[in-house]
């Protein structure tokens, strides 16, 4: 179930099922770099204006799945027209800006987006271009991205599958209706 919450600007209700912490891990393979597996942590939140804010934190993982170093930090702004087209301006830790136009589907929670601009500095890697496919399917946020460069056609370089991340204090306001002993509520 998506949540709507009340202080969200009514425009961005169709993009709600975006809101939230949401945590897991995915794949990156790119001709020219490292192909590893990673965790990732995004964050998308609004604070009443016609905008969604997003970060995304990523980090290569181990074979045991912990921690080894940053991979990729992006942040950025969505927002939705009543024609339920998307725009996004998003940065990159890696010296690169990007202004992504996409749309929202009819019937499902699924965003395709292509980039419209990049702009890198000196420093930035080779990169010209990019898609990305956002869905949300049984509760989980799923996205891949294709990347092209000079040298490389657009192809697929990064998948992850998100959790949402529950906020304790969430559900622990209805911690108040169970019986003092806890056992009553399974009986």
Same mark, same amino acid.
């Given at each position: 179930? *998506?949540?709507?919450?009340s202080d969200l600007n009514p425009a961005l209700v169709p993009l709600a099922f975006l809101l939230g912490n949401w945590e897991g891990a995915g794949v990156a393979d790119f001709? %020219? #770099?490292?192909?590893?597996?990673?965790?990732?942590?995004? !964050?998308?939140?609004?604070?009443?204006?016609?905008? @969604?804010?997003? /970060?995304?934190?990523?980090?290569?993982?181990? %074979?045991? %799945?912990?921690?080894?170093?940053? @991979?990729?930090?992006?942040?950025?702004?969505? $927002?939705?027209? #009543?024609? $339920?087209?998307?725009?996004?301006?998003?940065?990159?830790?890696?010296?690169?800006?990007?202004?992504?136009?996409?749309?929202?589907?009819? $019937?499902?929670?699924? *965003?395709?987006?292509?980039?419209? =601009?990049?702009?890198? /500095?000196v420093t930035a890697g080779p990169y010209s271009g990019g898609k990305r496919l956002y869905g949300y399917v049984n509760g989980d946020l799923m996205w891949v991205g294709e990347?092209? !460069?000079?040298?490389?056609? @657009?192809?697929?370089?990064?998948? #992850?599958? @998100? &959790? &949402?991340?529950?906020?304790?204090?969430?559900? #622990?306001?209805?911690? &108040?209706?169970?019986?003092?002993?806890? *056992? =009553?509520?399974? $009986?």
């Open positions: 179930m *998506i949540e709507i919450p001709p %020219g #770099a490292e192909k590893c597996n990673f965790g990732q942590e995004v !964050t998308f939140t609004h604070d009443g204006r016609d905008f @969604l804010e997003y /970060t995304s934190h990523s980090w290569v993982l181990d %074979g045991e %799945g912990k921690k080894v170093r940053p @991979l990729e930090t992006e942040s950025g702004y969505w $927002r939705i027209d #009543a024609d $339920r087209k998307v725009e996004v301006v998003m940065v990159r830790d890696q010296g690169v800006v990007e202004i992504w136009y996409g749309e929202l589907a009819d $019937r499902k929670p699924q *965003i395709d987006l292509a980039t419209d =601009a990049v702009a890198r /500095t990347k092209a !460069t000079p040298e490389v056609a @657009l192809r697929p370089y990064m998948s #992850a599958h @998100l &959790k &949402k991340v529950v906020d304790p204090s969430e559900w #622990a306001k209805d911690l &108040k209706d169970l019986p003092d002993d806890g *056992i =009553a509520f399974f $009986r």
